[in-house]
């Protein structure tokens, strides 16, 4: 097992490229099953769930190559419509096969994902949809099996506006018969990328990017050629990563239209940040100031920001309070940044940070993937040594984050436990 190891107290300083988005990349991946062809998708970044979403076309029957996060996906000798459970539990994406199996075949027969560190994470809000369009649904043995003769357009209004979920009704409802409308939809930029490509391929979406989709069902798809949007996750954790060493650093690739909730955040925590042609630039404070933040769906402060925000709030003069409004158990880092010393109390859904100038480096242990980032973010402000533990999580996510960070000066490597 490998650890990454950090010595803080460096600001960071230079240039960092953004790599392909995770987020947009496995949804990506996933349409191309809608076309019979080849698809050709570029930018990915290299990560574990990508590698679990390529192995997954690969037991479905698709040719898949690669090389410098250039992917061809062959989908005409599909001959399995089943995710096992070993693919879909390392990587709850998985069911995003679900969608275009039943929309080209008629048939998919998906693994539950079952629960998660974050929280429950259901897919009742798929499944429903699905039904709506015509399919038939039953679980059996831990597996969805889904059917449908055809599927036909129909009116879906999400009870909460689920990513996942108005990915997979997005990619069934284009190859249905009639019209869709998709009401509470989610807005994030993923969503906008998978519509585009989607109407590259000969889709006819529109609304993408608003609450409100309306698709127009196509008898066939044309395989995919599309690149990958910048990660702004990743963006967003170098941004933080240069506000929480008060260094200075242009980080290329992110997208201030995508950002603005952080954005505002962070000037509010007494950040400079300057929009670049190609990028934003990020010059930390010399002091930070204590923010209160509450996560919700875009363009809200993104959950999958919360952790790494946090890591910035431990630092701050001042007391601040974040909420957690999208999952319901998304405080795992609570725990690790304690044992350096950071002061933070868990009242309900919330977490109260003091600042603190004393935190100290320490052994701990990522528990999912954005509470690893929270963690090399408080080891980058502490002045010892921090190991994180159990980075899985970290590659399942980040694109040699440890490199990009070394990079911009940080003390920072890869070893074996
Ligand atoms: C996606 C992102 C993840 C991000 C999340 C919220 C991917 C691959 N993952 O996850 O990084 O943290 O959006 O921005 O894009 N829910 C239901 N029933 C459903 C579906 C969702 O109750 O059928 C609930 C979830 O439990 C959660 C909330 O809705 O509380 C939002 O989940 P959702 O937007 O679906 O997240 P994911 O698509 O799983």
Redesign the pocket.
């Known amino acids: 097992m490998e650890k990454i190891v950090i010595k803080g107290g460096t600001p960071l300083n230079g240039t960092v490229q953004v790599s392909g988005a995770k987020?947009s990349a496995?949804p990506l991946l996933f349409a191309t099953l809608l076309a019979d062809g080849e698809s050709k998708i570029c930018n990915v970044p290299a990560l574990r769930d990508i590698n679990t979403a390529v192995k997954l076309l690969r037991e479905l029957g698709a040719e898949v190559a690669s090389q410098d996060g250039r992917y061809r996906i062959n989908t005409k000798k599909i001959q399995s419509i089943q995710a096992p459970y070993d693919l879909v539990k390392t990587m709850?994406?998985s069911v995003l096969v679900l969608g275009p199996l039943l929309a080209r075949f008629g048939q998919a027969r998906v693994s539950l994902p079952g629960g998660c560190a974050i929280?429950?994470?259901?897919?009742?809000?798929?499944l429903k949809g699905l039904e709506a369009l015509g399919a038939r649904i039953h679980i059996d043995h831990g597996y969805i099996e889904a059917t449908a003769d055809k599927l036909r357009g129909a009116k879906i209004s999400f009870d909460?506006?689920?990513?996942?979920?108005t990915e997979n009704l997005l990619m069934a409802a284009a190859l249905a018969e009639g019209e869709t409308v998709l009401e509470n939809a989610?807005r994030?930029p993923?969503i906008v990328q998978l519509a585009d490509a989607l109407n590259s391929m000969g889709a006819r979406i529109e609304g993408a990017g608003t609450a409100i989709i309306h698709i127009q069902g196509v008898s066939r798809l044309n395989p995919l050629e599309c690149q990958v949007i910048p990660d702004r996750i990743e963006a967003g954790t170098f941004m933080i990563a240069a506000a929480i060493t008060g260094g200075h650093v242009l980080v290329r690739g992110a997208v201030r239209e995508d950002q603005q909730a952080l954005i505002s955040k962070l000037i509010e925590a007494g950040a400079d940040i300057q929009p670049e042609a190609d990028g934003l630039r990020v010059i930390g404070p010399k002091n930070v100031t204590s923010v209160d933040i509450r996560t919700s769906?875009f363009p809200g402060f993104?959950?999958?920001m919360q952790a790494q925000f946090m890591a910035l709030m431990t630092v701050a003069g001042g007391t601040s309070r974040i909420s957690e409004t999208?999952?319901e158990n998304r405080f795992m880092h609570v725990c690790e940044l304690q044992r350096m010393g950071a002061d933070i109390q868990i009242d309900g859904h919330s977490a109260i940070i003091r600042g603190t100038d004393q935190m100290t480096g320490a052994p701990v242990m990522a528990t999912d993937l954005r509470a690893s980032a929270s963690l090399i973010l408080a080891g980058l402000a502490s002045e010892n040594t921090t190991e994180v533990a159990r980075i899985y999580h970290l590659d399942r996510g980040y694109e040699k984050i440890e490199e990009k960070l070394a990079a911009l000066g940080a003390d920072i490597w890869r070893e074996q436990e």
């Not at 909460?160 to 979920?165: E, K, Y």
């Open positions: 987020n496995l709850r994406a929280g429950a994470r259901p897919i009742n809000l798929h909460l506006p689920t990513v996942g979920g989610a994030e993923e769906v993104p959950t999958d999208v999952f």
